[in-house]
């Protein structure tokens, strides 16, 4: 039983570039989310999804596009990479969507743009 | 202590003290709380939760104390290791439809000297 698993760990993007963050968890979990963490700050919500083919946005979604295609996936696209974008990325999920579920997080993806 | 919104604080204990941190929240509709540890490099791990209808709940070596008169949640860990420095973060979701979306705290740096 892995948890949350992110990958990559590290990448560096220039400008414009498009690229996807991946996010697997093997729990069985209905609700996935995104967030973005930079320094100094606590973690906002950049998208968010309460099962396979339903997703919402979070406090900070532009820039950003997500899927849910099955239970354990909940990949995250940046379109066209701005430096405004560089910061640390934690997929998390919890056993469902009702209030009152503690979320799990992946270790992060830290991305750097150029 | 953190306060949802400001910046972040630290706190520097000895080893074998009793630590408090502090987080005060500002959504008087926010009906779960979570604490959650984050060390370097890696993602947030929960420690503890709260539902608005308890006072305080205990668990190994921590506890958690809500306040809701003046919307202001507590961590306290007791006999604190150096294995507990790390950085904390309070979150609260406003419930309603907000399903799993957490809002969270910028965190507090905790550092135990041996």
């Known amino acids: 039983n892995a948890g949350v698993t992110q990958t990559p760990k590290f990448q560096v993007l220039k400008t414009g570039q498009s690229m996807t963050l991946q996010c697997a968890q093997d729990?069985?979990?209905?609700?996935m989310s995104w967030y973005r963490q930079d320094p100094g700050m606590g973690l906002r919500l950049i998208h968010y999804?309460?099962?396979?083919?339903?997703?919402d946005q979070g406090e900070v979604p532009n820039g950003y596009n997500v899927s849910r295609s099955t239970t354990e996936d909940f990949p995250l696209r940046l379109l066209s990479a701005a430096p405004s974008q560089t910061s640390v990325y934690f997929c998390a999920s919890s056993y469902s969507a009702n209030q009152g579920q503690p979320q799990h997080f992946g270790d992060g993806t830290r991305l750097s743009i150029l | 202590g953190e306060s949802v919104g400001l910046h972040l604080p630290t706190l520097s204990v000895q080893e074998g003290d009793n630590s408090i941190i502090n987080c005060a929240y500002s959504?008087?509709?926010?009906?779960?709380f979570i604490w959650y540890k984050q060390e370097s490099g890696k993602g947030p791990q929960f420690i503890i939760d709260i539902r608005s209808n308890m006072d305080k709940r205990q668990g190994q070596r921590v506890t958690v104390l809500l306040n809701k008169t003046v919307k202001h949640l507590s961590l306290q860990i007791a006999a604190t290791q150096p294995g507990d420095s790390a950085v904390y973060f309070c979150a609260e979701n406003a419930g309603g439809t907000s399903y799993g979306k957490l809002t969270f705290g910028q965190g507090t740096i905790l550092t135990v000297h041996p």
């Open positions: 959504n008087s509709a926010s009906d779960y």
């Open positions: 729990m069985n979990h209905e609700y």
């Open positions: 999804s309460v099962g396979a083919g339903i997703t």
